[in-house]
């Protein structure tokens, strides 16, 4: 194999291992923008393991995540969806990572949010109700990123000011809550997706 057969090969990869970046955040997203129905369900119950075969850890929260598909009630999963992040008055769990971002403080992060996402080409469309700080808009702007093949370092600037900072105590949240079932493998596998991601990017940088 030559030099350029090989750097080809090396790029094909790369842009592999990226798609499976930008689709597992549209699937984490998906989970958590709106109750997953029943061909959702399905769909990921059927998934394959290449999307997450970066890491042991990742791989088995991937496996639970999809038993979890396999044997979950749609009902069920409204009404758990309803009553962690909805809620009657106010949510049990808040899904705005601006909530999880103590030292800018809400409004300076959402404003900062707005920006680079304007600075990107990206808005929130008229149809939506959610500010562009919700967790699955988050998810969705890191995807874009991705998908687009934008530079690392825009990548990175808005993972560590944007994504891990709100998306591992949101997680986190979860964990914690009685009232989660399904949605605790939603996030267990956010949060090992997330420290694959974060020691990628960290050593990136190193």
């Known amino acids: 194999m030559t030099s350029s057969d090989t750097k080809t090969a090396h790029n094909g990869e790369l842009l592999a291992q990226d798609a499976a970046r930008a689709d597992l955040y549209a699937i984490i997203g998906r989970f958590f923008y709106d109750a997953p129905d029943e061909l959702w369900l399905a769909a990921i119950a059927r998934g394959g393991g290449d999307e997450a075969s970066a890491s042991g850890a990742l791989s088995a ?6 038993q979890a598909c396999g044997t979950a009630d749609p009902v069920a999963l409204r009404q758990e969806f309803e009553t962690l992040f909805v809620g009657v008055g106010k949510c049990e769990i808040t899904p705005f990572s ?3 971002v103590k030292e800018a403080g809400p409004e300076r992060h959402l404003v900062r949010l707005r920006q680079l996402l304007e600075s990107w080409g990206l808005g929130r469309s008229g149809a939506a109700t959610e500010s562009e700080d919700h967790v699955a808009g988050i998810c969705d702007a890191m995807r874009f990123l991705i998908g687009e093949s934008r530079p690392l370092d825009e990548q990175y600037l808005f993972f560590n000011e944007f994504v891990y900072p709100g998306l591992v105590p949101y997680c986190e949240a979860i964990g914690r809550s009685v009232n989660a079932s399904f949605y605790r493998c939603v996030a267990q596998f956010t949060l ?8 990628a990017f960290d050593m990136q940088d190193a």
Request: hydrophobic residues 55%.
């Open 61 to 66: 929260a991937w496996h639970e995540l999809r």
């Open 98 to 100: 601006s909530h999880y």
């Open 192 to 199: 090992a997706f997330l420290a694959v991601e974060k020691a």
